[in-house]
């Protein structure tokens, strides 16, 4: 089992960025293929990014692609989202997640495929 905890949201203006870091509890934080959601009012929760657990391999929507980058640095049990460009569509409560299943080519990018999850971080995109 894993922990999440997810820090560094605020308010930002547009054109801004921000990072995002995703603590992991646990010594087997390496297992895990990590992922970021975000969820605004009213709406669905929405795949951000994935890295799989070597961080070999990352993916990402379209929506962000060019603007955000995942990375994780598994000696400090940590994943980070870095975002760039912001925008005012980006403001939602940000999640980062964990899934536990093993042999992952790529990160899922619906929440059903991820075990834990984290408490969440308001990220707030000004106009």
């Known amino acids: 089992q894993v922990q999440l905890v997810e820090s560094g949201g605020g308010l930002v203006q547009a054109g801004g960025s921000l990072r995002l870091s995703c603590a992991a509890s646990?010594?087997?934080?390496?297992?895990?293929?990590m992922g970021w959601f975000r969820q605004a009012p009213g709406k669905e929760r929405e795949f951000v990014a994935a890295?799989?657990?070597?961080?070999?391999?990352?993916r990402y929507p379209d929506i962000v692609k060019g603007r955000f980058t995942i990375s994780r640095d598994n000696a400090k049990n940590t994943v980070y989202l870095q975002m760039n460009s912001l925008k005012p569509e980006d403001t939602a409560v940000y999640y980062c997640a964990a899934d536990s299943s093993p042999g992952r080519l790529y990160g899922g990018t619906t929440p059903r495929e991820y075990d834990y999850w984290g408490q969440g971080t308001q990220v707030t995109v000004s106009s």
């Open positions: 890295i799989t657990r070597s961080a070999g391999r990352t």
């Open positions: 646990g010594r087997t934080f390496s297992m895990y293929t």
